[in-house]
């Protein structure tokens, strides 16, 4: 044992640190607490200098790891690893194990690897241990392409920069600091020498709560703004950030209500079908504020290719198709008119993934409200880009489920994905238990043995509610038992997009309306259209079907 006031040997101090290390720390739930940031212009031009170091620190060890990615898939014992069966789970493991040690392919080796990149002036920019963070970010994308999750790697380009860093733990190099109460409460970011206040509303229940608990590690993001004129941002147009990752649970609002039933739920690229076991069933269009930004965007788009085509006529040919000339790349002149409308489209672009989280926000809590049990098909989404690209880019489905797997978390509720092979909702009945495959174009379910019709999506989300979340099965008899119930709350909820659909809202083609709708007229004194007229843009067929479910 040591004295009191003695120091311990450095031998010592290393293997206490070792066993410290050796120690893991037990997981604890997180949080994020976004405060903006007061940076003057020359904090700003220090924390782009800052930024760019990081970028190129990334790009060189991101280089590096490929460079060990390309030796470990060449070297022989990799196919032989690769030959071996799957259903031999602990030889792959061992063997592709024994490959990644071998030639340096892991989180540690990269973490050994950045001391030898982390010379000269960038070491004047980025300290050890975040240097480390971004190690790490490199090794997880290099480890995607590895295990075939990503088809290559993207270096951080010097127009596109590194926009965030963060830090491991909150009592070194990129920090944020709390003043106590009797002090001020104010808050700053420290880093290299730099102190960035932090604006803080105290009167904001999300902050107060949000700033009690213990701060892990902080993360300063750059965002761009509309322009450098706009309010917090610098002269190269940017805005800086702070987000806080702190231990605890987020903060939740007395008006966000918890409900204590089951909900099924039919997601599908553009539409969202609920039913809870107690309450009313609904079938709605899914981000649907979204379509009108989507097409001034659409229309900006349009007035780019027209300015690049404009100040560049020599790489269009006589058709008007970019030329080929091999790898190289063409030289394109930028106009002062077009990068001003890429700015444009660019803080478009912004404010529409800003309204697509808010809508994901609002429509997870409305989601949350009806039950404490969400259940609903695991899909692909990346299938779903490759069919249905524009709407999974306009209104993400994905990232709703994220946001929802997360909200129901934090409540103490459960998500329950069910895998769609096996339970196949939109091809199965509850009255026969026959599943018959039904064609995308098939939006009505309607079976020999009586059940229906009923929308199709309404009808996979009635029974994905009344699923036994531990043995997610479709089973007749449990399904039969809630059906007389449900069905009258379906028709309803058909009853009512039917209704929007007489008074000229234009809808998906999956709710299984007749487009006929949208063209009726508004008002009851307004002539409807004739039928020549109806011909010529071929809608003489639609204006002849009706409003009602298909009888078969």
């Not at 212009?41 to 280089?63: F, T």
């Not at 300290?127 to 970010?137: D, F, M, P, S, Y």
């Not at 206040?197 to 709560?209: G, Q, S, Y």
Request: hydrophobic share 35%; glycine share 8%.
């Amino acid at each position: 044992m040591f004295e009191e006031g003695a120091t311990m040997p450095k031998k010592c101090q290393g293997q206490h640190k070792q066993k410290e290390q050796q120690e893991k720390r037990p997981a604890t739930p997180t949080f994020l607490l976004e405060l903006p940031l007061a940076v003057d212009a020359g904090q700003a031009a220090r924390l782009r200098a800052h930024l760019e170091a990081a970028r190129q620190l990334y790009n060189a060890i991101l280089s590096q790891g490929q460079q060990r990615l390309r030796r470990m898939r060449s070297d022989p014992a990799w196919q032989e690893a690769r030959a071996l069966p799957r259903t031999h789970k602990a030889e792959r493991a061992a063997a592709f194990s024994a490959l990644r040690k071998a030639h340096g392919f892991s989180e540690a080796a990269l973490h050994e690897a950045v001391k030898g990149l982390r010379v000269g002036w960038i070491a004047e920019h980025i300290e050890a241990v975040l240097a480390q963070t971004l190690a790490t970010r490199a090794y997880r994308a290099l480890n995607r392409v590895c295990l075939g999750k990503g088809k290559r790697l993207r270096f951080k380009s010097r127009g596109r920069g590194l926009s965030s860093i963060e830090n491991k733990r909150n009592d070194t190099s990129l920090r944020f600091v709390l003043q106590p109460a009797s002090e001020g409460n104010a808050g700053y970011l420290l880093w290299n020498g730099d102190q960035m206040p932090a604006l803080i509303n105290w009167k904001d229940e999300v902050v107060t709560h949000g700033l009690r608990h213990r701060i892990k590690y902080a993360r300063l993001i750059q965002r761009p703004a509309s322009s450098p004129r706009a309010a917090g941002a610098d002269a190269q147009g940017s805005r800086y950030v702070v987000q806080l990752a702190l231990e605890g649970k987020p903060h939740h609002k007395p008006k966000h209500t918890i409900g204590q039933g089951i909900v099924g739920a039919d997601l599908g690229p553009s539409t969202l079908a609920l039913v809870p076991q107690q309450g009313e069933a609904s079938l709605q269009v899914f981000c649907a504020e979204l379509a009108p930004e989507a097409c001034a965007i659409r229309r900006l788009q349009r007035q780019m290719d027209r300015q690049r085509r404009a100040g560049n006529p020599e790489h269009y040919d006589e058709k008007g198709r970019v030329k080929k000339q091999g790898k190289k790349r063409l030289p394109w002149k930028n106009s002062k008119r077009y990068q001003a409308t890429r700015r444009r489209k660019a803080t478009r672009e912004r404010k529409l993934a800003a309204h697509r989280k808010s809508l994901h926000g609002r429509k997870v809590h409305e989601v949350v409200a009806l039950g404490r049990t969400i259940i609903l098909e695991k899909v692909s989404y990346k299938a779903w880009q490759k069919r249905f690209g524009k709407s999974v880019g306009l209104r993400a489905p994905g990232m709703f489920v994220e946001l929802l797997r997360r909200t129901v978390a934090s409540t103490g509720g459960t998500l329950v994905e069910v895998p769609t092979r096996t339970t196949a909702l939109s091809q199965w009945c509850h009255g026969c238990g026959r599943r018959v495959k039904k064609p995308l174009s098939q939006r009505w379910h309607h079976c020999e043995c009586g059940v229906g019709p009923v929308q199709r999506d309404l009808y996979s989300a009635f029974l994905a509610a009344y699923l036994d979340p531990a043995e997610p099965t479709p089973s007749c008899v449990r399904h039969q038992a809630y059906w007389e119930g449900a069905e009258a709350r379906l028709r309803a909820a058909h009853e009512r997009l039917a209704q929007r659909a007489r008074e000229g809202q234009s809808l998906p083609r999956s709710f299984g309306i007749p487009r006929a709708g949208a063209r009726l007229p508004k008002s009851p004194g307004e002539p409807p259209q004739e039928p020549a007229f109806l011909h010529q843009w071929e809608g003489l067929e639609a204006w002849n079907e009706s409003l009602e479910p298909p009888a078969l």
